[in-house]
């Protein structure tokens, strides 16, 4: 049994028992396990806010070959993210990236790239106001490192590049693409799929600073909503509450 020291975000958490929290905790590591913060709720020395949604941490912990759950000796926050904290709505965001996040990445060694991506994510939301690109960026971004989007901006019919197309459609099923000379879209989806074309090539910090179309950033965002509820066949516990307290323009102010 050694002793080993983790950075990293908590993207679950639960109160057991009348003290402890199990958490889990994607780490810089690439690393995505449960830990266990005994006596957390009741320690003078350990902050409870260590075992919060979204908190950026650090922990030693004993590794134990043989268990899911490792037990922490010492933890210590280092960023709360405080400002998108600041708000229901704020929170509510942070809790469903997290939640998100949960859901489609195993427990494992392999997740280098997307702790980098949510981490990144939480400065943003953390050192400027909200801006509603941050959540199809976000998802993109995420499903590629997972390989579930392409790249290639293909007909899948034809074959032929789509970005020059006057049409084309956006299949949530598998997020295919279709061009229009192919099959005439019912509604065409063409500026969201040159926004994924620039998700990919852009820093977010640039892109935000476009003048993108709102309800282009709203069409794409809800694509790729009902891609992730049939891949993940299950409903995410703060989707619903994030989603309406944004209203149809997908405001959060903070």
């Known amino acids: 049994m050694s002793l080993i020291k983790e950075n990293g975000i908590v993207v679950a958490s639960k109160l057991v028992g009348e003290a402890d929290a199990l958490i889990t905790l994607l780490g810089e590591s690439g690393s995505k396990a449960k830990y266990r913060l005994k006596g957390i709720k009741k320690s003078k020395n350990r ?83 909200f801006h509603p690109l941050i959540l199809p960026f976000f ?53 969201s799929i040159r926004l994924m074309d620039k998700i990919f090539k852009m820093r977010y910090a640039n892109l935000s600073k476009e003048e993108i179309s709102i309800p282009v950033i709203i069409e794409l965002d809800q694509i790729l909503n009902d891609y992730l509820r049939s891949y993940l066949n299950i409903a995410l516990k703060a989707f619903d509450l994030l989603y309406k307290s944004m209203g149809t323009n997908y405001e959060i102010h903070y």
């Open 47 to 129: 902050p409870i806010i260590a075992s919060e949604l979204g908190s950026f941490i650090s922990i030693d912990y004993y590794h134990h070959k043989n268990t899911e759950i490792h037990n922490v000796k010492e933890v210590s926050i280092i960023e709360r993210f405080e400002n998108p904290k600041s708000t229901y709505e704020g929170y509510l965001l942070i809790i469903y990236f997290c939640e998100l996040i949960d859901s489609v990445l195993p427990n494992g060694d392999s997740h280098t790239k997307c702790f980098e991506l949510f981490y990144a994510a939480l400065q943003a939301l953390n050192s400027s106001k």
């Open 139 to 191: 998802k993109l971004r995420l499903l590629s490192l997972l390989g579930l989007v392409s790249k290639d901006f293909s007909c899948a019919i034809c074959e032929e590049p789509v970005l020059s197309k006057n049409s084309a459609s956006l299949q949530y099923m598998n997020l295919e693409i279709t061009c229009g000379d192919c099959h005439p879209p019912l509604k065409n989806q063409i500026h």
